[in-house]
């Protein structure tokens, strides 16, 4: 088992940055690729960010591409996902999710949230317009 702990979110207008953290505690935090996927009202959840156990390989959803950046340190058990130029449409829950791979092989592995095998309690970000 591994346990997740989001940490970050809040309100900022369009334009701004927050950082969003993801505390890990459990089995070994590196045996695990990471992903961030958020949550809109209304709508279903959806891929943001994704990053393989060593932190050498970095996915993202075409929408954040070049705005937000997913790192990790394994030394302190963390997931960050940093953003940037917010946008009112990234307004969600952002939860921060562990694969039950190390290693992310197809699209897919990172893309579709039911791959992830567990989760976090999410953390709230609203972006004013």
């Known amino acids: 088992q591994v346990q997740l702990v989001e940490s970050g979110g809040g309100l900022v207008q369009a334009g701004g940055s927050l950082r969003l953290s993801c505390a890990a505690s459990g089995r070994t935090f590196s045996n695990y690729a990471m992903g961030w996927v958020r949550q809109a009202p209304g709508k279903e959840r959806e891929f943001v960010a994704a990053?393989?156990?060593?932190?050498?390989?970095?996915y993202y959803a075409d929408f954040v591409k070049g705005r937000f950046t997913i790192s990790r340190d394994n030394a302190k058990n963390t997931l960050n996902l940093q953003m940037n130029s917010l946008k009112s449409e990234d307004t969600a829950v952002y939860y921060c999710?562990?694969?039950?791979?190390?290693?992310?092989?197809?699209?897919?592995?990172?893309?579709?949230?039911?791959?992830?095998?567990?989760w976090g309690q999410g953390t709230q970000v609203t972006v004013s317009s």
């Open positions: 990053i393989n156990w060593s932190g050498s390989s970095t």
């Open positions: 999710a562990a694969s039950s791979r190390s290693e992310y092989y197809t699209g897919r592995d990172y893309r579709v949230p039911s791959e992830y095998a567990y």
